[in-house]
């Protein structure tokens, strides 16, 4: 029978292994790289607009399963809400023959129906490296003219970039659903050693997000700083269940075992090289923004921006749950000690965000009954 220990480094290699594909797709995607689907969708559909001079464009996906497109982005005269099952239209013509196809009459076609707004109509397959996406269509000129040979082979040009960059999209979409979907099972299997903790990490997860945006942190360091905060307490899992679940007051000892967690997470963690930011912040979420009281005694800048706003978010959090040995704050009190603590236990910038951040906040706490 595999022990915990083997369980956790195999789970580890796992979600190395997926954030290595994630790496190398965020590499390849290059001007891509930093948008998400929607954003080079929308991206496609202005360029096919600005490069063939035309009144409308649109961009269509195929839902799961490959029975219906439906419209992902669109600019002008297009109803997004209308959806088009498979059947043997326009687009799906286009899409089975895998090339572009162009009516430049579209009321004498069979097809006049279909898009009655419409006087001309060109439509491109969208096809990525392994599959077909869906398809990009463009209507009507700005001059009126009709569509020629050299806008089918422009408009295939588009197609074929967008093709490769939005499959490079979904494919990392994917691997991130993989890499969270396995992250929370592993968090689910820790806070399960404590009930008094359930529900901890996903509520911090939400706040450091929330502090982050506030401060403007870059999408990519959001998304570390998510998995930093879903993570951020999995030292505990070598913690025993005596001292996490204990219903008195922590005796000097076992606040000693207690403060090893983020030293002990990033152990566990040391194998995802590509995780080193990740792991520099759970490793230093417990340092204070004046060096004193921390566990490794880092100060102000010394400290990863992202564990000075898990500071933040751990400690809120924290102090607005149910424990054992005390009852959880009132919203109001805790935003009053972490602005108390602003310069000596948090970073005062992170403070500030904070503020900001939880004027809009809702607790949704559960009181633990036994």
């Not at 509520?203 to 401060?215: K, L, S």
């Not at 606040?255 to 990740?278: N, S, T, W, Y």
Request: glycine share 6%.
């Amino acid at each position: 029978m595999a022990s915990p220990e083997n369980d956790l480094a195999l789970t580890v290699r796992e979600l190395s292994n997926v954030y290595e594909e994630i790496s190398l797709l965020y590499r390849l995607s290059e001007v891509f790289s930093v948008l998400s689907i929607d954003e080079i969708s929308l991206r496609i559909a202005d360029e096919a607009v600005s490069s063939l001079g035309v009144k409308t464009a649109a961009v269509l996906f195929l839902e799961e399963g490959g029975e219906r497109l439906y419209t992902k982005a669109s600019v002008g005269d297009w109803d997004g809400t209308k959806g088009f099952p498979q059947d043997d239209g326009v687009f799906w013509k286009v899409i089975r023959a895998k090339k572009p196809s162009a009516f430049c009459r579209l009321a004498e076609t069979e097809y006049r129906n279909a898009l009655p707004q419409f006087c001309s109509l060109m439509v491109c397959p969208i096809i990525g490296k392994a599959r077909v996406v869906g398809a990009l269509v463009v209507a009507d000129k700005e001059s009126g003219e009709e569509f020629f040979s050299s806008d089918s082979k422009l408009l295939m040009a588009i197609s074929s970039q967008a093709g490769l960059a939005i499959e490079n999209a979904l494919l990392y979409s994917e691997l991130e659903s993989l890499l969270i979907g396995a992250i929370r099972s592993l968090v689910k299997a820790l806070e399960a050693s404590s009930c008094w903790t359930a529900g901890h990490t996903e509520r911090v997860t939400e706040y450091a997000v929330g502090i982050g945006r506030v401060m403007g942190l870059s999408d990519d360091v959001v998304e570390k700083l998510k998995i930093s905060a879903l993570l951020h307490d999995i030292g505990k899992i070598a913690t025993p269940k005596e001292i996490l679940n204990k219903k008195d007051s922590l005796d000097k000892d076992e606040i000693i075992e207690i403060r090893r967690h983020p030293e002990l997470g990033a152990e566990i963690l040391v194998e995802l090289k590509q995780f080193k930011d990740i792991i520099l912040s759970i490793k230093y979420h417990h340092e204070h923004w004046d060096g004193v009281n921390g566990v490794f005694g880092l100060k102000h800048e010394e400290i990863p921006i992202m564990a000075r706003i898990l500071a933040v978010a751990d400690a809120f959090d924290a102090m607005t749950s149910d424990r054992p040995y005390r009852q959880m704050m009132s919203k109001e009190a805790a935003v009053e000690e972490v602005q108390r603590c602003a310069g000596t236990q948090f970073d005062p910038a992170v403070v500030s965000a904070f503020l900001v951040w939880v004027e809009g906040f809702t607790p949704r706490h559960r009181v633990f009954s036994p």
